[in-house]
Structures are given as structure tokens and as C-alpha cells.
């Protein structure tokens, strides 16, 4: 009798709080009606007027070495590739890296012209440090040439600055936003998960700092991140593309109004990079927008169609954008 009172008892708790839920749209309400709209898309996606059908009108496809630029020499280019989602499925158990994009390691090693790779985060399922060691295992079957540059994702580092999550990834890899120049080209690499993805405080300065007084000094300017910082449904140019998830995002996002700021004297190229998208087969594989003088993309792997990564080649200066299809 009483084991019959406890379970009607926790039924009727749970249908209560679901009514709450509902009612009043607390936690986990925003959860619940994302993946609501994730399965619609899903299920109902138009892929003819998908962010996938639009990107390929603007980022070449290459499912071949045949197909990407022959750059003989160091001193004409060189090239970077980029792959978002690389733990791949949500529903399989991760070992290492994607087994079809790891497939495509051949491609990459015998592109010679490949000088970086950039992961964009989400590339541990489960951060650890056996994760990490089986992600380094694959990624050492790339040619040693080729330096390899891990973005933070929410699987990586967790949310905010203090949980396990970091502290093994900074054990790792060290800083989680920093920057580079290569070829009078500048790299920016930004870590969306310290501030419920705004940059802002001590990133916002080292921002700011990396771009001063580059403005005549390099040619172009790459920033990589794993969520879509730039977002914004309010934006024609970005409404129809949906991240994997809205983990730990903000209601108020500032990247239009501190962070696109920075860019708007620039004349330079701009390439905004992101890696949440590719989780579910919902036509958000591929992503290309242009605002201004700035090229926003985007890539990911996981859902089992339509999964690639992305070559950027760099001839004398100007950007060639690739997509590789990997199943």
C-alpha cells in the first residue's frame, strides 16, 4: 500500500511540474521547446530552402583532392581545413574523432598545402582525459606539419569559468582564447562558453587588443568560436539557421553591439567561423551569410547526412572557401 502511495505520489509531482513547466515557462521549458523545434525540423525540413541548399551557392564543393586549387608553393598560399561537431552522433558512445571524417584524413595529408586544422569544438562527447587521449591518438594519423588548433565547445569546458570540464581542458591545451598571425593573415580563436556566449570582460580587451592598429598591417582576418555567437533571428541573413543546442546561451547577446563594432572600420576580409551546427540532419549543415564587409559560416558532423568540414585555401592573399562532403 504504501509503495502504491509513493509511486501515485511522484506521478502526480511530476505531472504538476510539468504543468508548471508549461504554464509558467520555467526551467526546463526553453530545453523543452528547442528540441521540439530540432524533431520538427527534422522531420518537416525544407531542404530546398535550407541554410545547407543557400551555402552551396557560395562555398564550392570538393569531395576530392582533384577538386581544391594546386598551390605548389609555400610563398603563393597555403591552406587550413575546419570541422565542427567531431565527436559526430549525439546517441553513439564517442571513441576519438567521427569515424567519417577520420576517413577523410588521406585528403587532408595529402593536400600539401595544409598548414592548420581547426577543430571547433564539441569534440569530446564527455570531456576526460582518456577522451582527450583518444581524440590526440587520431588526430597524430595527420601528417606532423599540420598544427592543430582546438576551439572550446560546451562538451570541452563546460559553462563558465570553474567546473571540471575546464580545468582538464586547460590541463590539455592550455589557453582557451588567444591569437596567431600566419602569412600576414590573423587568427582568432574565442572561447563562447566563459559568459553565456558573450565576449566580453578580459576576452572583449584581448579582442580589441589583437585587432589594434592591424588594419593595414595583414590581409585577412579568421575567427574561429564553436557556438554561433552571431546569431540573431532578427537578422534575415541568420534566421533560419539553428545550432545543435542553446546550452547556456544568453537572452541578451552582445556580439552586435560590442563585437561586430570592432570590425566596421576594417577593410580587410573577415571570416566569422562556427562549429555547433551538423548534429541532426535538418538542412543546418552549412552555413554562409555575408553582412558588411563579414563572412559568416559554418560546419558540423554528426547527423549522418550531408556531414562536412571545410578547406580554406589562401593564394596570394585571396580566400578560396571548399566543402567536403564526408558521407
Not at 148 to 171: A, E, S
Request: aromatic fraction near 14%; hydrophobic fraction near 40%; include cysteine.
Amino acid at each position: 500500500m504504501l509503495k502504491k502511495s509513493f509511486i501515485a505520489f511522484l506521478l502526480t509531482t511530476v505531472v504538476v511540474y510539468g504543468m508548471c513547466v508549461l504554464i509558467y515557462k520555467i526551467q526546463p521549458y526553453n530545453l523543452i521547446v528547442y528540441s521540439k523545434n530540432i524533431l520538427r525540423d527534422i522531420l518537416f525540413h525544407d531542404l530546398k530552402n535550407s541554410p545547407w541548399q543557400n551555402a552551396k551557392k557560395y562555398i564550392k564543393k570538393a569531395p576530392t583532392i582533384e577538386d581544391l586549387p594546386n598551390i605548389p608553393s609555400h610563398e603563393k598560399g597555403y591552406s587550413f581545413y575546419i570541422a565542427g561537431h567531431t565527436y559526430g552522433n549525439p546517441g553513439v558512445k564517442s571513441n576519438g574523432l567521427y569515424e567519417p571524417f577520420t576517413e577523410k584524413f588521406h585528403m587532408i595529408n595529402n593536400y600539401h598545402s595544409m598548414k592548420f586544422g581547426f577543430l571547433l569544438g564539441d569534440v569530446v562527447r564527455k570531456a576526460s582525459n582518456d577522451a582527450w587521449r583518444l581524440v590526440k591518438k587520431d588526430l597524430d594519423s595527420l601528417d606532423s606539419r599540420i598544427k592543430h588548433v582546438i576551439v572550446p565547445g560546451n562538451h570541452d569546458v563546460g559553462k563558465g569559468v570553474n567546473n571540471f570540464k575546464r580545468d582538464i581542458f586547460l590541463q590539455q591545451f592550455g589557453k582557451t582564447f588567444f591569437s596567431f598571425e600566419h602569412e600576414k593573415d590573423l587568427f582568432i580563436i574565442l572561447d563562447a562558453n566563459i559568459d553565456e556566449w558573450n565576449i566580453s570582460g578580459e576576452q572583449l580587451q584581448f579582442l580589441k587588443q589583437s585587432l589594434s592598429n592591424k588594419k593595414d598591417a595583414i590581409n585577412n582576418i579568421f575567427i574561429f568560436s564553436h557556438q554561433l555567437i552571431w546569431q540573431d533571428a532578427s537578422k534575415p541573413e541568420f534566421e533560419k539557421i539553428k545550432p545543435n543546442s542553446l546550452e547556456g546561451r544568453s537572452s541578451n547577446l552582445n556580439f552586435w553591439n560590442e563585437v561586430f563594432p570592432l570590425f566596421s572600420d576594417f577593410t580587410n576580409d573577415v571570416y566569422f567561423f562556427a562549429g555547433d551546427i551538423g548534429a541532426f540532419p535538418n538542412g543546418n549543415e552549412l552555413f554562409y551569410a555575408k553582412f558588411s564587409n563579414v563572412k559568416f559560416l559554418a560546419t558540423g558532423m554528426g547527423g549522418g547526412m550531408r556531414d562536412n568540414f571545410l578547406i580554406v585555401s589562401v593564394i596570394k592573399g585571396k580566400v578560396e572557401l571548399f566543402f567536403v562532403p564526408i558521407n
